[in-house]
């Protein structure tokens, strides 16, 4: 008799708790530097060879992702980090090229992030390190008095809308389209 009325305080205290909780926002960390950033199409990246000026350069990359590079030829940089077009390109200078090539390639300007729905200026913005759906709607010029604050959804750049709501918190990647619900008074 003690073990039924045990399980049946155990039942219920996980019922209790389920009701007195809603179910959390959707969470994801944002970047809070450019390491590990995945160039695309977008991204304006500066390629700089020391002691080389002919080959220091800026570039925009476009929809294909590669750039042609003197002497090289063509080179893709869509979905490499920076280090890893900067180890690419030492690779492929050593040798016929220069004996001891130094290259450095840094993001001059990251693509867009795209803010709709209820928000005061919705638009493209440029994407910067660390950013979070609060600081988007913020770019944004804020909430429009028809903004539903507890529908904010994000649509990943090339991937499907993820469920349920995100919270203000939620990282923002480059390409990303956040969408502010409008409420119904």
Do not use: W
């Not at 959390?24 to 199409?41: F, H, I, K, N």
């Not at 910067?128 to 944004?140: H, K």
């Not at 990647?173 to 409008?182: A, E, K, L, Q």
């Amino acid at each position: 008799m003690k073990i039924i009325k045990l399980c049946a305080l155990l039942v219920l205290s996980f019922v209790f708790a389920g009701c007195n909780s809603s179910p959390p926002a959707l969470q994801d960390v944002p970047e809070t530097t450019s390491r590990g950033y995945s160039l695309g199409a977008g991204d304006t990246v500066s390629i700089v060879v020391y002691g080389e000026p002919e080959m220091t350069m800026h570039f925009i990359i476009d929809k294909s992702g590669a750039i042609n590079f003197p002497y090289i030829g063509p080179l893709v940089l869509k979905g490499k980090t920076p280090e890893q077009v900067s180890d690419e390109l030492t690779t492929r200078l050593r040798g016929e090229y220069l004996s001891k090539p130094m290259v450095t390639v840094s993001i001059v300007a990251f693509r867009k992030f795209y803010i709709s729905g209820e928000v005061k200026n919705p638009n493209g913005y440029a994407y910067e390190p660390g950013l979070t759906v609060g600081r988007a709607i913020a770019l944004a010029g804020g909430f429009t008095d028809r903004a539903d604050r507890s529908d904010i959804s994000i649509q990943r750049a090339g991937e499907g809308e993820l469920p349920g709501s995100v919270g203000s918190g939620y990282a923002v990647h480059p390409g990303d389209i956040v969408t502010i619900g409008m409420g119904f008074f």
